[in-house]
Protein backbone atom coordinates (compact mmCIF):
# COMPACT_ATOMS: atom_id res chain seq x y z
CA UNK A 1 0.00 0.00 0.00
CA UNK A 2 1.03 3.76 -0.59
CA UNK A 3 1.24 5.70 1.61
CA UNK A 4 -0.20 9.80 1.20
CA UNK A 5 3.40 11.82 1.11
CA UNK A 6 3.96 13.25 -2.15
CA UNK A 7 6.58 12.65 -4.58
CA UNK A 8 9.42 15.19 -4.59
CA UNK A 9 10.53 16.91 -8.22
CA UNK A 10 13.79 14.53 -7.41
CA UNK A 11 11.91 11.59 -7.26
CA UNK A 12 9.67 12.41 -10.48
CA UNK A 13 12.76 12.80 -12.21
CA UNK A 14 14.32 9.36 -11.22
CA UNK A 15 10.82 7.77 -11.23
CA UNK A 16 10.93 8.49 -15.12
CA UNK A 17 14.79 7.71 -15.81
CA UNK A 18 13.67 4.08 -14.03
CA UNK A 19 10.80 4.08 -16.73
CA UNK A 20 13.43 4.53 -19.41
CA UNK A 21 15.46 1.11 -18.49
CA UNK A 22 18.15 3.67 -17.18
CA UNK A 23 20.11 1.86 -14.53
CA UNK A 24 21.37 3.02 -10.84
CA UNK A 25 24.84 4.39 -12.39
CA UNK A 26 23.01 5.66 -15.71
CA UNK A 27 20.99 7.80 -12.79
CA UNK A 28 23.67 8.93 -11.11
CA UNK A 29 25.93 9.82 -14.14
CA UNK A 30 22.63 11.68 -15.62
CA UNK A 31 21.95 13.78 -12.33
CA UNK A 32 25.68 14.21 -10.95
CA UNK A 33 24.42 12.17 -7.67
CA UNK A 34 26.10 9.44 -6.39
CA UNK A 35 24.49 5.55 -6.41
CA UNK A 36 23.96 5.39 -3.02
CA UNK A 37 21.52 8.49 -3.10
CA UNK A 38 19.60 6.85 -6.17
CA UNK A 39 18.98 3.69 -4.12
CA UNK A 40 17.56 6.10 -1.08
CA UNK A 41 15.64 7.53 -3.23
CA UNK A 42 13.96 4.37 -5.33
CA UNK A 43 13.63 2.91 -1.48
CA UNK A 44 11.38 6.17 -1.06
CA UNK A 45 9.70 6.49 -4.19
CA UNK A 46 8.92 2.59 -4.02
CA UNK A 47 7.42 3.22 -0.58
CA UNK A 48 5.57 6.41 -2.03
CA UNK A 49 3.71 4.65 -4.75
CA UNK A 50 3.59 1.04 -3.17
CA UNK A 51 5.37 -1.14 -5.43
CA UNK A 52 8.48 -3.62 -4.94
CA UNK A 53 9.98 -3.61 -7.95
CA UNK A 54 11.33 -1.25 -10.88
CA UNK A 55 8.88 -3.16 -13.26
CA UNK A 56 6.04 -2.43 -11.32
CA UNK A 57 7.43 1.15 -10.86
CA UNK A 58 7.61 1.63 -14.55
CA UNK A 59 3.73 0.68 -15.01
CA UNK A 60 2.99 3.13 -12.12
CA UNK A 61 4.70 5.99 -14.27
CA UNK A 62 2.65 4.99 -17.73
CA UNK A 63 -0.22 4.71 -15.87
CA UNK A 64 -0.37 7.96 -14.33
CA UNK A 65 1.44 9.49 -17.67
CA UNK A 66 4.49 10.08 -16.31
CA UNK A 67 5.93 8.39 -19.64
CA UNK A 68 5.46 9.52 -22.76
CA UNK A 69 3.08 7.14 -24.32
CA UNK A 70 1.38 9.19 -27.47
CA UNK A 71 -0.50 8.29 -30.08
CA UNK A 72 1.65 7.00 -33.08
CA UNK A 73 4.70 6.82 -31.01
CA UNK A 74 6.40 7.58 -27.46
CA UNK A 75 9.82 9.17 -27.42
CA UNK A 76 11.64 8.74 -24.12
CA UNK A 77 14.33 11.97 -23.34
CA UNK A 78 17.26 10.47 -24.73
CA UNK A 79 15.73 8.11 -27.58
CA UNK A 80 17.83 8.67 -31.04
CA UNK A 81 18.28 5.74 -33.17
CA UNK A 82 16.74 3.22 -35.77
CA UNK A 83 12.97 2.59 -35.50
CA UNK A 84 12.68 -1.16 -35.29
CA UNK A 85 9.20 -2.42 -35.15
CA UNK A 86 8.35 -5.29 -32.58
CA UNK A 87 5.59 -8.09 -34.15
CA UNK A 88 2.87 -9.08 -31.95
CA UNK A 89 4.28 -10.86 -28.52
CA UNK A 90 2.74 -14.11 -29.21
CA UNK A 91 4.69 -14.48 -32.67
CA UNK A 92 7.92 -13.33 -30.86
CA UNK A 93 10.74 -16.41 -30.95
CA UNK A 94 11.95 -17.15 -27.41
CA UNK A 95 15.63 -15.31 -27.43
CA UNK A 96 15.12 -11.78 -28.06
CA UNK A 97 18.63 -11.63 -29.98
CA UNK A 98 17.29 -14.01 -32.74
CA UNK A 99 14.36 -11.87 -32.70
CA UNK A 100 15.85 -8.81 -33.72
CA UNK A 101 17.58 -10.47 -35.96
CA UNK A 102 14.78 -12.04 -37.55
CA UNK A 103 13.37 -8.35 -37.64
CA UNK A 104 15.96 -6.94 -39.46
CA UNK A 105 15.80 -9.46 -42.30
CA UNK A 106 12.48 -9.47 -42.47
CA UNK A 107 12.41 -6.20 -43.34
CA UNK A 108 10.99 -4.19 -40.24
CA UNK A 109 13.99 -1.96 -39.68
CA UNK A 110 13.56 1.51 -40.66
CA UNK A 111 16.77 3.21 -41.48
CA UNK A 112 15.66 6.93 -40.33
CA UNK A 113 17.33 8.77 -37.19
CA UNK A 114 15.36 10.12 -34.75
CA UNK A 115 16.62 13.66 -33.90
CA UNK A 116 18.46 14.69 -31.41
CA UNK A 117 16.14 15.33 -28.10
CA UNK A 118 17.55 17.60 -25.51
CA UNK A 119 18.23 15.14 -22.23
CA UNK A 120 15.75 17.60 -20.16
CA UNK A 121 13.13 15.99 -17.95
CA UNK A 122 11.17 19.61 -17.59
CA UNK A 123 8.93 18.96 -21.16
CA UNK A 124 4.82 19.12 -20.29
CA UNK A 125 3.62 15.45 -18.46
CA UNK A 126 1.07 14.25 -20.91
CA UNK A 127 -2.17 13.53 -20.01
CA UNK A 128 -3.07 11.14 -17.41
CA UNK A 129 -3.51 7.70 -19.11
CA UNK A 130 -6.43 5.30 -18.12
CA UNK A 131 -5.55 2.55 -15.70
CA UNK A 132 -4.26 -0.39 -17.39
CA UNK A 133 -6.31 -3.45 -17.29
CA UNK A 134 -5.48 -6.39 -15.29
CA UNK A 135 -3.80 -9.09 -17.59
CA UNK A 136 -6.06 -11.87 -19.21
CA UNK A 137 -5.56 -15.12 -17.70
CA UNK A 138 -5.72 -16.75 -21.77
CA UNK A 139 -2.53 -15.03 -21.98
CA UNK A 140 0.06 -17.87 -22.08
CA UNK A 141 3.55 -17.47 -19.84
CA UNK A 142 6.31 -15.93 -21.67
CA UNK A 143 9.80 -16.79 -20.43
CA UNK A 144 11.63 -13.53 -20.09
CA UNK A 145 15.22 -14.35 -21.90
CA UNK A 146 16.88 -10.84 -21.58
CA UNK A 147 19.59 -9.67 -23.40
CA UNK A 148 19.41 -6.42 -21.47
CA UNK A 149 16.91 -4.90 -19.10
CA UNK A 150 14.78 -2.49 -21.61
CA UNK A 151 13.93 -5.04 -24.13
CA UNK A 152 12.77 -7.49 -20.59
CA UNK A 153 10.25 -4.51 -19.45
CA UNK A 154 9.15 -3.84 -22.84
CA UNK A 155 7.98 -7.59 -23.04
CA UNK A 156 6.82 -7.74 -18.96
CA UNK A 157 5.03 -4.43 -19.50
CA UNK A 158 2.92 -6.05 -22.54
CA UNK A 159 2.52 -9.05 -20.45
CA UNK A 160 0.61 -6.91 -18.26
CA UNK A 161 -1.60 -5.39 -20.00
CA UNK A 162 -1.93 -3.58 -23.32
CA UNK A 163 -2.26 0.26 -23.37
CA UNK A 164 -5.34 1.30 -24.10
CA UNK A 165 -7.80 3.93 -24.04
CA UNK A 166 -11.75 4.94 -24.02
CA UNK A 167 -11.77 6.42 -27.59
CA UNK A 168 -9.97 4.59 -30.36
CA UNK A 169 -6.65 5.36 -31.21
CA UNK A 170 -4.60 4.60 -34.37
CA UNK A 171 -1.60 3.06 -32.53
CA UNK A 172 -0.30 2.94 -29.10
CA UNK A 173 3.11 2.00 -28.10
CA UNK A 174 6.68 1.87 -26.04
CA UNK A 175 9.79 2.93 -27.34
CA UNK A 176 12.39 1.98 -25.14
CA UNK A 177 16.20 1.49 -26.47
CA UNK A 178 18.39 -1.94 -26.10
CA UNK A 179 22.25 -2.11 -26.83
CA UNK A 180 23.08 -2.81 -30.74
CA UNK A 181 23.46 -6.60 -31.35
CA UNK A 182 25.06 -9.16 -34.10
CA UNK A 183 23.35 -9.36 -37.31
CA UNK A 184 22.08 -5.37 -37.39
CA UNK A 185 22.96 -3.35 -40.81
CA UNK A 186 26.05 -1.59 -39.20
CA UNK A 187 26.39 0.93 -42.27
CA UNK A 188 22.65 2.41 -41.04
CA UNK A 189 24.57 3.67 -37.96
CA UNK A 190 27.26 5.65 -38.59
CA UNK A 191 26.57 9.04 -39.96
CA UNK A 192 28.83 11.89 -40.94
CA UNK A 193 28.63 15.31 -39.63
CA UNK A 194 30.49 19.18 -39.89
CA UNK A 195 33.75 19.11 -39.69
CA UNK A 196 35.78 20.84 -36.62
CA UNK A 197 36.69 24.23 -38.33
CA UNK A 198 40.15 24.27 -36.92
CA UNK A 199 42.04 20.43 -36.81
CA UNK A 200 43.94 19.51 -34.58
CA UNK A 201 45.22 16.98 -32.32
CA UNK A 202 45.44 16.31 -28.34
CA UNK A 203 42.36 18.10 -27.66
CA UNK A 204 39.73 17.32 -25.02
CA UNK A 205 36.20 16.17 -26.22
CA UNK A 206 33.49 16.26 -23.86
CA UNK A 207 29.89 16.11 -23.85
CA UNK A 208 27.78 18.28 -22.41
CA UNK A 209 24.08 16.86 -21.70
CA UNK A 210 22.17 19.48 -20.17
CA UNK A 211 22.49 21.33 -23.21
CA UNK A 212 23.17 18.42 -25.54
CA UNK A 213 26.01 19.85 -26.92
CA UNK A 214 29.78 18.67 -27.95
CA UNK A 215 32.76 20.68 -26.49
CA UNK A 216 36.31 20.40 -28.38
CA UNK A 217 39.13 22.53 -25.98
CA UNK A 218 42.56 22.73 -26.22
CA UNK A 219 44.95 20.95 -28.57
CA UNK A 220 47.85 21.54 -31.52
CA UNK A 221 48.81 21.99 -34.67
CA UNK A 222 52.07 20.81 -35.33
CA UNK A 223 53.94 22.97 -32.61
CA UNK A 224 51.19 25.49 -32.39
CA UNK A 225 48.89 24.79 -29.08
CA UNK A 226 45.73 25.85 -29.11
CA UNK A 227 43.58 27.32 -26.30
CA UNK A 228 40.49 27.28 -28.63
CA UNK A 229 37.17 26.11 -27.59
CA UNK A 230 34.50 25.26 -29.85
CA UNK A 231 30.73 24.17 -29.51
CA UNK A 232 28.89 21.40 -31.78
CA UNK A 233 25.12 21.52 -31.80
CA UNK A 234 23.59 17.84 -33.16
CA UNK A 235 20.56 19.25 -34.27
CA UNK A 236 21.67 22.06 -36.19
CA UNK A 237 25.08 20.40 -37.45
CA UNK A 238 27.02 23.46 -36.23
CA UNK A 239 30.04 24.70 -34.76
CA UNK A 240 30.38 28.09 -33.15
CA UNK A 241 33.82 29.55 -31.36
CA UNK A 242 33.74 30.22 -27.96
CA UNK A 243 35.92 32.11 -25.58
CA UNK A 244 39.32 30.93 -25.28
CA UNK A 245 40.76 28.74 -22.29
CA UNK A 246 42.79 30.75 -20.35
CA UNK A 247 46.01 28.65 -20.46
CA UNK A 248 46.98 26.64 -24.32
CA UNK A 249 47.22 23.42 -23.48
CA UNK A 250 47.37 19.96 -25.83
CA UNK A 251 47.52 16.23 -25.04
CA UNK A 252 44.36 17.40 -22.37
CA UNK A 253 40.73 15.15 -21.44
CA UNK A 254 38.37 17.04 -20.25
CA UNK A 255 34.89 15.78 -18.36
CA UNK A 256 31.67 16.83 -17.46
CA UNK A 257 30.68 16.93 -13.35
CA UNK A 258 27.40 19.24 -11.65
CA UNK A 259 27.35 21.29 -14.65
CA UNK A 260 30.76 22.11 -15.23
CA UNK A 261 33.95 21.18 -17.32
CA UNK A 262 36.98 19.92 -15.71
CA UNK A 263 39.81 20.22 -17.79
CA UNK A 264 43.11 19.37 -16.07
CA UNK A 265 46.72 19.32 -16.69
CA UNK A 266 48.32 19.57 -20.40
CA UNK A 267 51.06 20.55 -21.68
CA UNK A 268 51.70 24.43 -22.89
CA UNK A 269 53.32 26.57 -25.59
CA UNK A 270 56.76 25.81 -24.05
CA UNK A 271 56.58 22.07 -23.61
CA UNK A 272 56.53 21.97 -20.23
CA UNK A 273 53.93 19.88 -18.43
CA UNK A 274 51.32 21.91 -15.97
CA UNK A 275 49.82 21.34 -12.68
CA UNK A 276 46.69 23.33 -13.32
CA UNK A 277 43.07 22.81 -13.13
CA UNK A 278 40.86 25.37 -14.86
CA UNK A 279 36.88 24.39 -14.85
CA UNK A 280 34.71 26.28 -17.73
CA UNK A 281 30.72 26.77 -16.70
CA UNK A 282 28.77 26.93 -20.06
CA UNK A 283 25.68 28.46 -18.52
CA UNK A 284 27.85 31.60 -17.94
CA UNK A 285 30.38 30.91 -19.92
CA UNK A 286 33.08 31.41 -17.23
CA UNK A 287 36.17 30.50 -16.49
CA UNK A 288 37.47 29.25 -13.42
CA UNK A 289 40.63 27.96 -11.60
CA UNK A 290 40.52 24.67 -8.83
CA UNK A 291 43.07 23.62 -7.24
CA UNK A 292 46.29 22.49 -8.63
CA UNK A 293 47.17 18.95 -9.23
CA UNK A 294 49.99 17.25 -6.41
CA UNK A 295 52.06 16.92 -9.75
CA UNK A 296 51.48 18.14 -13.29
CA UNK A 297 50.32 15.80 -15.46
CA UNK A 298 49.50 15.16 -19.31
CA UNK A 299 48.25 12.51 -21.36
CA UNK A 300 46.45 11.10 -18.34
CA UNK A 301 43.36 8.80 -18.56
CA UNK A 302 40.37 10.77 -16.73
CA UNK A 303 37.15 9.35 -15.59
CA UNK A 304 33.97 10.52 -13.29
CA UNK A 305 33.06 8.46 -10.07
CA UNK A 306 30.29 9.26 -7.34
CA UNK A 307 31.11 12.62 -7.85
CA UNK A 308 34.98 12.72 -8.24
CA UNK A 309 37.41 13.28 -10.75
CA UNK A 310 39.82 10.15 -11.15
CA UNK A 311 43.02 11.29 -13.04
CA UNK A 312 44.75 8.35 -13.91
CA UNK A 313 48.22 7.61 -14.93
CA UNK A 314 49.89 10.27 -17.42
CA UNK A 315 53.12 11.93 -18.46
CA UNK A 316 54.77 14.19 -16.09
CA UNK A 317 57.37 15.67 -18.69
CA UNK A 318 60.13 12.92 -17.47
CA UNK A 319 58.50 9.99 -17.33
CA UNK A 320 55.13 7.76 -17.93
CA UNK A 321 53.51 7.46 -14.29
CA UNK A 322 50.62 5.39 -12.40
CA UNK A 323 49.60 7.32 -10.25
CA UNK A 324 45.67 7.81 -9.39
CA UNK A 325 44.75 11.57 -8.59
CA UNK A 326 40.74 11.94 -7.09
CA UNK A 327 39.74 15.42 -6.93
CA UNK A 328 36.66 16.92 -4.92
CA UNK A 329 34.82 19.48 -6.20
CA UNK A 330 32.92 19.95 -2.88
CA UNK A 331 35.79 20.50 -1.09
CA UNK A 332 38.63 21.67 -4.33
CA UNK A 333 40.90 19.18 -2.72
CA UNK A 334 43.07 16.43 -4.60
CA UNK A 335 43.41 13.23 -2.98
CA UNK A 336 46.07 10.26 -3.73
CA UNK A 337 44.04 7.03 -4.79
CA UNK A 338 45.75 3.39 -5.57
CA UNK A 339 47.84 3.70 -8.22
CA UNK A 340 48.04 1.74 -10.82
CA UNK A 341 49.78 -1.63 -11.17
CA UNK A 342 52.18 -0.21 -13.62
CA UNK A 343 52.45 3.29 -15.56
CA UNK A 344 50.77 4.10 -18.68
CA UNK A 345 49.43 7.10 -20.64
CA UNK A 346 47.40 8.13 -22.88
CA UNK A 347 45.12 5.43 -21.92
CA UNK A 348 40.89 5.29 -22.11
CA UNK A 349 38.89 5.17 -18.85
CA UNK A 350 35.07 4.62 -18.36
CA UNK A 351 32.78 3.42 -16.07
CA UNK A 352 30.67 0.54 -16.43
CA UNK A 353 28.72 -1.62 -13.66
CA UNK A 354 30.26 0.29 -10.86
CA UNK A 355 33.70 0.20 -11.97
CA UNK A 356 36.23 2.37 -13.33
CA UNK A 357 37.69 0.75 -16.30
CA UNK A 358 41.66 2.12 -17.77
CA UNK A 359 41.99 0.12 -21.25
CA UNK A 360 45.22 -0.09 -23.65
CA UNK A 361 47.25 2.85 -23.84
CA UNK A 362 51.39 2.79 -23.92
CA UNK A 363 54.26 2.48 -21.54
CA UNK A 364 58.18 2.73 -22.17
CA UNK A 365 58.15 -0.42 -24.17
CA UNK A 366 55.36 0.29 -26.48
CA UNK A 367 51.37 -0.29 -27.00
CA UNK A 368 49.37 -2.19 -24.17
CA UNK A 369 46.67 -4.72 -24.44
CA UNK A 370 46.48 -5.20 -20.43
CA UNK A 371 44.05 -3.71 -19.32
CA UNK A 372 42.90 -3.16 -15.46
CA UNK A 373 39.51 -2.12 -13.29
CA UNK A 374 38.85 -0.82 -9.85
CA UNK A 375 36.62 -0.89 -7.71
CA UNK A 376 36.08 2.34 -5.74
CA UNK A 377 33.72 0.91 -3.05
CA UNK A 378 35.87 -1.54 -1.86
CA UNK A 379 37.72 -0.59 1.61
CA UNK A 380 40.68 -1.62 0.51
CA UNK A 381 40.93 -0.66 -3.18
CA UNK A 382 43.26 -2.12 -5.69
CA UNK A 383 43.11 -2.54 -8.97
CA UNK A 384 42.56 -6.08 -11.12
CA UNK A 385 43.48 -7.16 -14.47
CA UNK A 386 40.87 -7.87 -16.64
CA UNK A 387 40.80 -9.77 -20.23
CA UNK A 388 43.31 -8.21 -22.56
CA UNK A 389 42.36 -6.72 -25.71
CA UNK A 390 42.99 -8.68 -28.63
CA UNK A 391 45.72 -6.80 -29.81
CA UNK A 392 47.61 -3.99 -28.34
CA UNK A 393 45.87 -0.55 -28.65
CA UNK A 394 47.99 3.20 -28.01
CA UNK A 395 45.66 5.68 -28.31
CA UNK A 396 42.46 3.98 -27.78
CA UNK A 397 38.82 5.63 -27.70
CA UNK A 398 36.95 4.76 -25.21
CA UNK A 399 33.04 4.51 -24.42
CA UNK A 400 30.81 2.70 -22.46
CA UNK A 401 26.81 2.84 -23.92
CA UNK A 402 24.32 1.24 -21.44
CA UNK A 403 27.36 -0.81 -19.49
CA UNK A 404 29.03 -2.44 -22.36
CA UNK A 405 32.39 -0.71 -22.89
CA UNK A 406 33.37 0.29 -26.77
CA UNK A 407 37.07 0.19 -27.85
CA UNK A 408 37.96 2.48 -31.30
CA UNK A 409 41.46 2.24 -32.79
CA UNK A 410 41.85 4.60 -35.47
CA UNK A 411 45.47 3.26 -36.33
CA UNK A 412 43.96 -0.17 -37.65
CA UNK A 413 40.39 1.08 -37.80
CA UNK A 414 38.54 -1.73 -35.97
CA UNK A 415 36.86 -2.14 -32.90
CA UNK A 416 35.93 -4.31 -30.10
CA UNK A 417 32.91 -4.86 -27.68
CA UNK A 418 34.16 -5.79 -23.80
CA UNK A 419 31.49 -7.89 -21.61
CA UNK A 420 32.05 -6.71 -18.22
CA UNK A 421 29.74 -9.96 -16.98
CA UNK A 422 31.76 -12.59 -19.22
CA UNK A 423 35.27 -10.80 -18.51
CA UNK A 424 35.50 -11.19 -22.48
CA UNK A 425 36.20 -9.30 -26.12
CA UNK A 426 34.89 -9.11 -29.04
CA UNK A 427 35.71 -7.56 -32.52
CA UNK A 428 32.88 -5.68 -34.43
CA UNK A 429 32.85 -4.24 -38.04
CA UNK A 430 33.55 -0.85 -38.77
CA UNK A 431 31.83 0.20 -42.65
CA UNK A 432 34.77 1.38 -44.66
CA UNK A 433 33.25 4.85 -45.30
CA UNK A 434 32.96 5.17 -41.72
CA UNK A 435 35.43 8.04 -39.57
CA UNK A 436 37.42 6.28 -36.79
CA UNK A 437 38.86 8.42 -34.08
CA UNK A 438 40.77 8.40 -31.00
CA UNK A 439 38.80 11.02 -29.66
CA UNK A 440 35.47 9.67 -28.23
CA UNK A 441 32.34 10.41 -26.05
CA UNK A 442 29.12 9.40 -25.44
CA UNK A 443 26.25 12.00 -25.76
CA UNK A 444 22.81 10.53 -24.89
CA UNK A 445 23.29 7.12 -26.80
CA UNK A 446 25.27 7.74 -29.49
CA UNK A 447 28.79 7.90 -30.14
CA UNK A 448 30.58 10.89 -31.17
CA UNK A 449 34.11 10.51 -32.95
CA UNK A 450 36.25 13.40 -33.86
CA UNK A 451 39.35 12.69 -35.72
CA UNK A 452 42.71 15.37 -35.71
CA UNK A 453 44.91 16.40 -38.28
CA UNK A 454 45.57 12.95 -39.88
CA UNK A 455 44.10 12.03 -42.59
CA UNK A 456 41.74 10.83 -43.93
CA UNK A 457 39.32 13.95 -43.51
CA UNK A 458 41.50 16.33 -40.99
CA UNK A 459 38.42 17.54 -38.16
CA UNK A 460 36.17 14.86 -39.60
CA UNK A 461 33.10 13.74 -37.23
CA UNK A 462 31.25 10.42 -37.14
CA UNK A 463 27.95 9.28 -35.23
CA UNK A 464 27.75 5.62 -33.88
CA UNK A 465 24.37 4.92 -33.07
CA UNK A 466 25.38 1.96 -30.05
CA UNK A 467 21.75 1.64 -29.44
CA UNK A 468 18.38 1.30 -31.12
CA UNK A 469 14.72 1.97 -30.88
CA UNK A 470 12.31 -0.44 -30.17
CA UNK A 471 9.05 0.64 -30.73
CA UNK A 472 6.10 -2.17 -29.19
CA UNK A 473 2.30 -1.36 -30.91
CA UNK A 474 -0.51 -1.88 -28.28
CA UNK A 475 -2.64 -3.63 -31.14
Not at 237 to 263: C, E, M, Q
Not at 297 to 304: F, N
Request: negative net charge; glycine residues 8%; without cysteine.
Amino acid sequence: MSNDAPISDRELEILRLVATGASNQQIAQRLNISANTVKVHLRNIFMKIGVVSRTEATVYAIRHGLVAVASGMAVEPEDTGTQIEIMPVAAMPPDPELFVASAAVSGKIAATSAPAIPSTLEADLPPTLPAVPAPSPRRPPLLLIGVGISIALVILIALEGQLVTQRPMPTTGLVTTVPTVSGMNQAQRWLTHASLPTPRDGFALTAYDLEHKLYVIGGRVGRTVSAAVERYDPVSDRWITLADKPTAVSDVSAVVLHGRIYIPGGEDASGHVRNILEIYDPRNQRWDAGAALPKPRSRYALVVWEGQLYLIGGWDGTAIRGNVYIYDPETNTWAEGPPLPSPRQNAGATTASGRIYVIGGSDSSGALSKNVRLDPTETDMRWGVIAPLPAPVMLPGVVAPLGTILIFDRERRFSFRYDPNADAWEEFAIPDEAIVASHVTLLGSNIYLLNGTSPPGPGAMSEYQAVFTVFLPSR
